[in-house]
DNA sequence: TTCGATGTTTGACGAACATCGAACAAGTTA
DNA sequence: TAACTTGTTCGATGTTCGTCAAACATCGAA
């Protein structure tokens, strides 16, 4: 559990997010990021086994879109709203609007805390 | 060189118009169409062998990027803009004029007519 | 009909990817 | 110290992807 890698702003690539984004685990992700609050990675339920999950994770994360913050031995993930919308404008906003719209990248949920 | 296949407006989906979009390549000939006016095949001058090209293309076309009209023996390649723009609002818009500040897609560009 | 131009399809290849379970590392708690 | 919790990393597997060259199909021209 080292400390994880975050691009730079400037160094966000738009290829690379757009195909991170273009996984519906990924999508889902961040579409459950989408309203700014940060979320405890224990709280994230994908279907998918927690080393996938820990594998999507870090490409959301080295693509730029979230950032991830340790506490002791647990992690909190939140997405990399402002950056984003600094380098690529309404980029983000589009992406979540329409996979809110479309119920795209569905099967991701919480955990614990229950829907909503 | 049979009639391609397109899917319906409403059946274009988020995740792989995201993916389409997330190669340089294919970013980049979004970026040569962004201005709306349809291209000959052969104008089209990616750094790949033609049947590269070709399959990119036919990514595009399937993810509902793109439209492809046949005259003849030759096509002919255009945004499908306001289709995307309909299902996704703000979407392209936001993808193109990133593509457009940073320069992604590079490698791409047109043959024969010159640039611009 | 024969030739040439234009894309598409096929087959093959290595690289990248999504996925899992198991082993591991780092804190926290008993 | 000895568990236990929480994610990460590793190794393996099967799939998808990007790429090319070559063969093919189709249309127009000679």
Redesign the pocket.
Known sequence: ??Q?HHPATEDVALEEVLSALG?P?RLGLARLLADGRER???QLAAP?????L??????LRDAGVTR?RQE????FVVLRRADLDARFPGLLAAVLEAAEAHDAGAGVGLRGTGPA
């Open positions: 559990m080292k994880a996984d685990v405890g990675w224990g998918v086994a927690k080393s996938t820990s594998h999507h994770l870090r490409v991830t002791g031995t647990r992690c």
